[in-house]
């Protein structure tokens, strides 16, 4: 049964609904069901051309169109943000194929398609979140092999995921990495949770949300079923520990989001703000205030020279 | 239990055949706790063939391989599961690759190289991992203070002392040596002679070398044997063997070596 939808330029169907071939999102949602089946199982699946390149978000995008319906709203975030040119364009790219209600809000979402973050607000059992990853295997760093891999997956070989992070804690003291950092998952496969940065680990832990994880290029699926079991693999004398700030946000004063660095000038000033813009703006909304906000008076409290400066 | 006179390693009737051709043929033996047993030949004879069948690295043609494990007693390790026989080659047994690249990881610190045994084991303490590091390190005579360099920085003999305690961080009780002193040169092969004889005596290792080299082979092993064609021509002890060689190829091997 194709559904299609009507190109509002000369009343002619131009697309199948969502882009996407019916028997592609069948493939696709067959991948799915046997991804969230076995959590943290990485599941290859007949990955399709998309019309934009390899990188910017294929694997997430044929996720996307495969679960979304008619009904749906979504919300697309590259870095937390919904306005930079990786989320505007998949967002209009469903806006169009798919007519489907678009949102900048977490709450009104009920498909979330992310780059590289969680939002900050606490997801829903009836929302999805779609991930595009880059590099699904865990275990690409030291052992190139895809045979092998498979193999210590099967087998739960998982010594070498260690070997990782001695080596960080060797070279750097401590655990130096800081995104795509690798979790255990129910106990039993351990998973690259894509390019988020580690901030976001425990967020997967419990979550009520559905997770899914496409990866375009290398043609991998997998899923973190609703309240599933994630936990950030560690040392017992080093233990997994997230990124912490000392300053605040700027714009809304938040001490608990994941912060941006951007550099203001090339005088050495700079200031952090939220990542994820919809949290920073709802915060705003609701009447908070950063020090270099432009509704902060110049010479407010604990003023800095990069505040002023910052101020517009 | 595991009784001190029971073979720690049987091997029956072992054949490996390449299609007509044959790699090796009809060998059998057993090796016991401690025991060194060092294989000769010129290279062809089937020696690397033999060992790799032995050591669960490819499935012969036929016969048998029964290894004394610590818990369930004696298995054909051919019919244990993949996963257990992985485990038993990464916990139990070691090898000792010709060349040190083959055996490790060039990417990651010496420190690391050794810890990764470990940690596949299930060890998840930094400092403990460390310390046994630098505690093999020190044992194989590497200095402590190179523990985080890569191996690529490391000269030739170091990196092969160095996947020699990579590989006995374990306490593994059976170690395979592929000629592990090929590619050194003479002053480098000694050091790491002795250094082998010694680990070998303190930690009652069993051993099985293959070399070409009869003064490796004279240094080492207890007992040896003598492969031609694939074949095993002659086996004893070692001193035997090689002060009173009875079969004809054994006799030429023998006289090979230069005399002083």
């Known amino acids: 049964m194709e559904q299609t939808v009507n190109n509002p330029a000369d009343n002619t169907s131009a697309y199948n609904f969502a882009y996407l071939d019916e028997q592609t999102k069948r493939m696709i949602r067959r991948t799915l069901l046997k991804a969230v089946a076995i959590p943290g199982y990485q599941v290859p699946f007949a990955g399709r051309e998309m019309p934009m390149p390899y990188g910017w978000g294929t694997g997430g995008v044929q996720v996307t169109a495969a679960v979304i319906g008619p009904k749906d709203t979504l919300k697309v975030i590259d870095q937390g943000a919904d306005d930079t040119t990786n989320a505007v364009s998949i967002r209009q790219f469903f806006a169009k ?20 973050r969680i939002p900050e607000k606490e997801l829903r059992e009836d929302q999805v979140l779609v991930y595009q990853v880059p590099i699904p295997e865990p275990l690409r760093f030291l052992e190139p092999r895809e045979t092998e891999t498979r193999k210590m997956h099967a087998l739960e070989e998982y010594g070498l995921m260690h070997v990782k992070l001695y080596e960080d804690i060797a070279r750097h003291g401590h655990i130096a990495t800081t995104y795509a950092y690798p979790v255990m998952v129910d106990d039993r496969y351990v998973m690259d949770p894509s390019p988020t940065p580690k901030f ?36 017992e004398d080093h233990p997994f520990e997230v990124q912490s700030w000392d300053d605040e946000c700027g714009m809304c004063g938040a001490r608990d989001s994941y912060l941006d660095e951007v550099i203001l000038d090339d005088k050495g000033n700079r200031m952090f703000v939220c990542s994820d813009t919809d949290y920073c703006s709802e915060r705003q909304d609701a009447g908070h205030r950063g020090q270099q906000h432009h509704d902060q008076p110049l010479g407010g409290p604990k003023s800095s020279p990069s505040s002023e400066k910052a101020a517009e | 239990m595991t009784k001190m006179n029971d073979p720690l390693l049987r091997v029956d009737n072992l054949t490996m ?6 790699g090796c043929k009809g060998v059998s033996f057993e090796l016991r706790p401690g025991e060194v047993l060092g294989i000769v030949g010129e290279s062809g004879s089937g020696k690397s063939t033999l060992l790799r069948s032995i050591s669960a690295q490819q499935e012969p043609t036929k016969g048998r391989v029964e290894y004394q494990t610590r818990i369930d007693g004696t298995r054909d390790v051919y019919e244990m599961s993949e996963a257990q026989r992985r485990l038993l080659m990464r916990t139990d047994w070691a090898f000792v690759h010709q060349n040190p690249r083959d055996g490790l990881r060039m990417n990651v610190s010496a420190g690391a190289n050794i810890g ?44 092969q002392r160095l996947q020699i305690a990579r590989n006995l961080v374990t306490s593994p009780r059976l170690v395979f040596m592929d000629e592990p002193t090929g590619g050194l040169d003479v002053s480098v ?24 080299d009869l003064a490796v082979a004279r240094l080492l092993s207890h007992r040896l044997m003598v492969m031609q064609q694939g074949k095993v021509i002659e086996s004893g002890l070692t001193d035997q063997v090689l002060d009173d060689p009875q079969h004809a190829y054994t006799q030429l091997l023998v006289s090979s070596i230069l005399q002083n």
């Open chain 1, 200 to 235: 976001d680990n425990p967020k997967m832990h419990n979550m009520a949300a559905l997770q899914l994880f496409g990866a375009g290029r290398e043609k991998r699926i997998y899923a973190l079923p609703p309240y599933t079991k994630v936990k950030s693999l560690d040392f």
């Open chain 2, 189 to 212: 092969q000694a050091r790491l002679l002795d250094l082998l004889r010694g680990l070998v005596h303190d930690l009652n290792l069993a051993v099985i070398i293959v070399t070409h």
């Open chain 2, 116 to 159: 990764e045994r470990l940690m596949a084991v299930g060890d998840r303490h930094y400092g403990n991992i460390r310390s046994s590091a630098d505690n093999w390190l020190g044992k194989v005579e590497i200095a402590s203070e190179r523990l985080d360099d890569l191996p690529s920085t490391f000269s030739g003999g170091m990196q």
């Open chain 1, 97 to 116: 194929t798919a007519n489907v209600a678009t949102t900048e809000k977490t709450a009104e979402a009920s498909i979330i398609q992310t780059r590289h």
């Open chain 2, 17 to 22: 055949m390449y299609g007509d051709r044959i």
